[in-house]
């Protein structure tokens, strides 16, 4: 048997590490030790107290034995104690032990987050070192030892964007139930560490915690149905809500203050260095659940809640504002209102005055501030009650003329710019920059909607859709045009006057859906959506044919159309990407299009996900890297600025990773102030969970892109690229050699890991599918989650090791690539991801899938065959690094890596035998007949806890 990696790794985990800084007043370790330690004397004395001793005895019993062969010289025996313990136990007992292991899981993450927290606390107090040098001074400090200005400095950060998109993409295993007592679980344990608690406070919040962990003990960790998109939705505002809304005002003033320190002048208060937007209720590729009227009914609920939210914030400011004189721009623009309101009221039967909690009868008129902000209160409760309306199907509330509801953000920042002069005017700058001026931030990042809702589509549906219609009015079949045949046509379509579409046309079914969601596009308007991106882009005129639809189903003929953005997300499209842009640049009226309407910015999403899973993750990393400095290039040949929009995913087989340093690895020039990126599944809980998170994710974004765009770039030799393509090639035909080529393959996908039953887990309201078939129509997320679930991570490495060994080889490949790892970031951070991924690898455990699930022969051939590459991967892999234990230069992982390790082998032997027992009674998920239904149940619910708990143990699904 060949030693598992985890374990290898980790025995000599701290050996070779220099030591923390003993002056630390927040240790490296002993502290989060001691959370974690807490919480599970917690967690068991409340299972102690809930649940019969027989059920205890086993989870002591499995816990003392997964002890034993975690700290056993001699592995085996332990090993094999450990899973007779396992395959010995009953559905209850096997539920039980994945339970306590899962919320012991993701405890010890929270523990982990709160320790992070802690030790930058410290670090910014100055009595702590720290291990990750993201924060904002730190790189500001760093640009100008390498000669930026500070004023150059502040002129970036000024104008550069970061556009986090939140995707309702199916990666987050645990119940928001369940997320909430986590977070009160945190609050619990940052309090437990502040030293200036009185005894009675500290038993209080001993107290606090217990009921926390009790609460999130008795609480289902299974979600008995599937989400619906608007429930998707729901759940990303209740993120931006918790959290993002008060870190994103907060930040951008820490910014602020940083350059008054210095002497410069804060940002522009029309600065935008967070925007946030959704997919949630837009995303309509491959989900037939996300229809027209699902998407207007999100935006209604977008708007309804984003409207609370400033309802809250202005009721604040209109208690607060008391000042009793104003500039003259202000009581003009409160005359002018005043005059409005009467001329309404001799008018209208409409009452104009609504109760409210602060000053619902009476207004002072000498205060000229609660004055403004009564009329932008009455407004937004217009707002919010029309979308209230909307939302219980009930006919819109009649508008009043002197109130009536915002439409665009522009219509509220008017008013607070108008107070916020006032007040500078007068000499009150530091109340205007309180407040006030955080809610003008938040109109700029948030708009009145939240969340900008993108809309999605893949490129097929739209050419049905228009095949429907050209061979309604006797043009032949759309689909079956050439590409040039297609371009002229849509050229000629967009350069005429008539409409292409009749008003009584024949779609049905798929079709129509299409055209019926470019109807409510336009009605909904650019102030609530986002971008319209295609995916599965291939060729220019899949562009093309969007922008056909837009018009043609739009009342202003296209005048407020969304931007149209190609995803790039297989080898092909990106191998063919200049081709693509070209082309469309090329064409005399998308570039005028282009200029008119978007002022010659033209926006490409690229894909992590499916590329990766087309040809493996080095061929991917590498194509991706290609195709942006080839895209760029196309560009600016056609005076054209291109923005990039990252598809990534949660794991390193889907793009994902620590982002500081996945923008750092970008291709010089493509960056240029904006940046836009998916930010799914569980990273939006660790990026966003508690609001110190959020603060740390929003300066991690911003210091990455200010860097990215002002450090002087690494010129990659010609040599480096000549390697890379020649490991590139090898990588991808071994890859598709296996996962395409091999006949064993999808066969034994399907029976060593849970792929078939990942559709149990509800955590999405999208299909696992787009279609039937084989790998190939696999989502990449099942894909990644199901490798990971056995502790193989196939996605990741496969076909690394087989191009390395030519690499290594070769005269001088040794030496060159050392040089590219220790000086070329991209390369860097592709070694330092996959270096991550390969130290929570378990070849051990893998096999016992096999051993357990595996029936055929040559298939288990197969696997062994599989472990053994992937054994060879991480020899090769140290090689490179010149490391001799996986993770040696990375102790914050290594951490978590073995604060886990001792739930992760119990889990996964209960998740192999709860396997087997499954499938023994079902046929493709389904009971078979004559089967005890409850007994399917009771098996179904402990396989969702044992994938859960791993999720959560390894800290990725997909």
Not at 443 to 465: C, P, W, Y
Not at 559 to 570: D, F, G, I, M, Y
Request: aromatic share 6%; with cysteine; glycine share 6%.
């Amino acid at each position: 048997m060949v030693a598992p990696p985890l374990r290898r790794m980790m025995s000599g985990a701290m050996q070779g590490v220099n030591p923390i800084v003993k002056t630390d007043s927040v240790g490296f370790f002993s502290p989060l030790q001691e959370d974690i330690d807490k919480l599970r004397h917690t967690l068991l004395s409340i299972l102690n107290s809930t649940v019969p001793h027989q059920l205890i005895d086993v989870v002591n019993h499995v816990i003392q034995l997964s002890r034993v062969y975690d700290t056993s010289a001699n592995e085996e025996p332990a090993f094999d104690n450990l899973a007779a313990l396992i395959e010995s136990l009953d559905v209850p007992q096997l539920t039980i032990v994945g339970s306590v292991f899962s919320n012991m899981c993701n405890l010890a993450n929270l523990a982990e987050h709160v320790h992070r927290i802690r030790r930058k606390k410290a670090f910014d107090r100055g009595e702590s070192s720290i291990l990750t040098h993201y924060s904002l001074d730190e790189i500001i400090a760093d640009l100008e030892h390498s000669g930026k200005s500070l004023h150059q400095i502040r002129a970036q950060l000024a104008t550069q964007t970061v556009e986090m998109v939140l995707t309702a993409h199916p990666t987050q295993a645990v119940r928001r139930s369940l997320l909430a007592k986590l977070h009160d679980v945190a609050t619990c344990l940052e309090a437990n560490h502040d030293s200036n608690l009185t005894p009675e406070e500290k038993s209080l919040n001993e107290d606090r915690m217990k009921a926390s962990v009790m609460a999130l003990w008795r609480t289902d960790e299974v979600r008995r149905s599937k989400p619906k998109p608007e429930d998707e939705a729901r759940n990303i505002l209740h993120v931006i809500e918790e959290t993002v809304w008060d870190a994103t005002p907060k930040y951008i003033d820490t910014m602020d203050r940083y350059f008054r320190r210095r002497g410069l002048e804060p940002l522009p208060l029309d600065a935008t260095p967070f925007l946030f937007s959704s997919w949630a209720g837009g995303d309509r590729d491959g989900n037939p659940f996300v229809t027209p009227a699902v998407t207007k009914e999100v935006v209604a609920i977008n708007r309804y809640r984003a409207s609370c939210l400033y309802l809250h914030e202005i009721e604040d400011l209109l208690f607060d504002l008391s000042i009793h004189y104003g500039s003259n721009e202000l009581l003009e623009y409160n005359s002018d209102i005043e005059r409005k309101v009467q001329a309404s009221s001799a008018q209208s039967t409409v009452s104009n005055k609504i109760k409210y909690k602060e000053f619902w009868n009476y207004v002072p008129p000498t205060e000229p501030f609660r004055v403004c902000f009564s009329h932008i209160r009455d407004r937004m409760t217009a707002t919010r009650d029309y979308c209230e309306a909307i939302l219980s199907n009930l006919p819109p509330p009649q508008e009043n003329e002197a109130a009536p509801r915002y439409r665009t953000k522009a219509e509220l920042l008017e008013p607070l710019n108008i107070m916020y002069r006032s007040l500078v005017e007068t000499g009150d700058r530091i109340i205007a920059d309180g407040k006030l001026k955080a809610l003008i931030r938040r109109v700029h990042s948030f708009g009145l909607t939240m969340v900008k809702l993108d809309i999605r589509q893949e490129a097929e549906q739209h050419t049905n859709a228009l095949d429907v219609i050209t061979k309604h009015i006797g043009m032949g079949s759309y689909a079956e045009f050439d590409e040039d045949q297609r371009i002229n046509f849509l050229t000629q379509v967009l350069e005429g006057k008539r409409p292409l579409i009749p008003r009584s046309h024949p779609a049905t079914g798929k079709a129509k859906n299409v055209l019926d969601t470019f109807e409510v596009v336009s009605e909904i308007g650019p102030e609530a959506l986002g971008a319209y991106i295609i995916s599965m882009c291939m060729k220019p005129s899949d562009v093309l044919a969007v922008e056909v639809l837009q018009r043609e189903c739009s009342s202003d003929c296209g005048a407020n159309s969304l931007r149209v953005v190609p995803l790039l997300e297989t080898i092909n499209a990106l191998q063919d990407a200049t081709l693509v842009l070209g082309t469309l640049f090329e064409n005399s009226w998308y570039r005028e299009h282009l200029r008119e309407r978007f002022n010659s910015v033209q926006e490409v999403m690229i894909g992590y996900s499916d590329s990766g899973k087309d040809g493996g993750r080095l061929t991917s990393a590498w194509e991706l890297y290609k195709a942006q400095e080839h895209l760029v290039a196309c560009a600016s040949k056609h005076g054209v600025t291109l923005r990039f929009f990252h598809g990534r995913g949660g794991t390193v087989g889907r793009g994902g990773g620590p982002q500081h340093l996945a923008i750092l690895s970008q291709p010089p020039g493509t960056v240029n102030q904006y940046l836009r990126v998916t930010i799914q599944g569980e990273v939006m809980e660790q990026d966003f969970g508690l609001p110190a998170l959020a603060l740390r994710t929003l300066e991690t974004y911003t210091s990455a892109v200010l860097k990215a765009d002002l450090k002087d770039p690494v010129q990659v030799k010609p040599e480096y690229r000549n390697l890379l393509d020649k490991l590139s090639e090898i990588s991808c035909t071994k890859y598709r050699e296996i996962v395409h080529g091999d006949e064993r393959f999808v066969q034994y996908f399907r029976s060593a890991t849970p792929e078939q039953e990942l559709g149990l887990l509800n955590i999405g309201s999208r299909p696992q599918k787009r279609k039937e078939g084989g790998v190939e129509t696999l989502r990449a997320i099942p894909w990644i989650f199901a490798w990971t679930q056995t502790r193989l991570h196939l996605p990741v490495w496969l076909g690394l090791g087989a191009a390395l060994k030519v690499g290594l080889a070769a005269e001088g490949g040794p030496e060159l690539l050392r040089e590219m790892y220790d000086g070329w970031p991209f390369f860097r951070s592709f070694f330092d991801l996959i270096e991550m991924v390969l130290a929570k690898a378990d070849t051990h455990i893998s096999s016992r899938y096999d051993e357990v699930l595996v029936k055929d022969e040559a298939q288990r051939h197969f696997g062994t065959m599989l472990r053994n590459m992937l054994e060879e991967t991480i020899d090769v892999v140290l090689k490179v690094s010149g490391e001799k234990k996986l993770l040696d230069k990375d102790r914050v992982q290594q951490r978590a890596i073995d604060t886990r390790r001792e739930w992760l082998t119990p889990m996964n032997l209960a998740q192999v035998e709860i396997l087997k027992r499954w499938r023994a009674i079902s046929t493709k998920g389904v009971l078979n007949e004559g089967v005890d239904t409850a007994e399917g149940e009771a098996l179904v619910d402990a396989l969702i806890i044992s994938m859960k708990g791993l999720s959560a143990a390894l800290q990725n699904t997909g």
